[in-house]
């Protein structure tokens, strides 16, 4: 599965006004549609997802071509994130190499002989640490979280995280399919009460005709 974009909103901006252009609903098939390509790997697959979803609003010829130029908005927006997001990496990465040079000349330039003194005198008075001393210390350092620990805890909220978006996904998918159902019922309803229009003024035009 791809990885989840969890700032879509430049695509989702975009894409809602093509769906209001097409007169698609786009509370419900908009999360439904990011879902789809957030989810699927290739844009095969993404392009069959989206005919499977877009089939009941559009003929065979134009959705080929939405489905298309949805994929390629898509794709643009990943490849301007991405570039986007390398440019940040680096230029945070200069900012600490610099910020770190920074300190050491600071340090470097603190550090006197009268400050070495200093602390060797410190370290020869607090060089014999009683055992009672050590327990303690040994009883706080117990007492915070470990590195595992932590991993633990953040490997746990980005579960939840995941979970959280995976469940968002599928209600999209269930609130597009049942949306599509009502609307193809719909579509049917009006066909219907079109078709016993027409058989009723067929009647009325062969009923006036018999009377002439």
């Known amino acids: ?17 093509r769906l209001d252009s097409l007169e698609v609903d786009r509370e419900v098939y908009g999360a439904y549609i990011l879902g789809v390509l957030q989810e699927e790997e290739s844009d095969e697959e993404k392009e069959d997802a989206l005919q499977g979803i877009l089939s009941a609003f559009l003929d065979e010829d134009s959705m080929e071509d939405v489905c298309k130029q949805i994929i390629k908005q898509w794709t643009d927006y990943r490849s301007r994130l991405a570039a986007k997001k390398d440019a940040d990496a680096e230029v945070q990465a200069i900012a600490s190499m610099i910020e770190k040079q920074a300190q050491i000349v600071v340090k470097h330039k603190e550090v006197s002989e009268e400050s070495k003194k200093r602390k060797e005198a410190l370290l020869a008075q607090y060089a014999n ?25 953040k490997n746990t909220n980005v579960e939840e995280v995941l979970n959280r978006q995976k ?24 066909k219907l009460a079109k078709q016993d229009r027409k058989e009723k003024e067929k009647k009325r035009t062969q009923k006036g005709e018999r009377k002439r």
């Open 1 to 17: 599965m791809a990885a989840p974009v969890t700032d879509a909103g430049e695509f989702e901006s975009w894409l809602n006004d």
């Open 167 to 190: 469940q968002k996904r599928d209600q999209a998918r269930e609130d597009a399919q049942k949306k599509k159902e009502t609307d193809k019922m719909q579509r049917e309803k009006d």
């Open 129 to 153: 640490v009683t055992d009672d001393e050590e327990e303690a210390e040994e009883e706080e350092a117990a007492n915070f979280p470990t590195a595992k620990d932590k991993s633990l805890f």
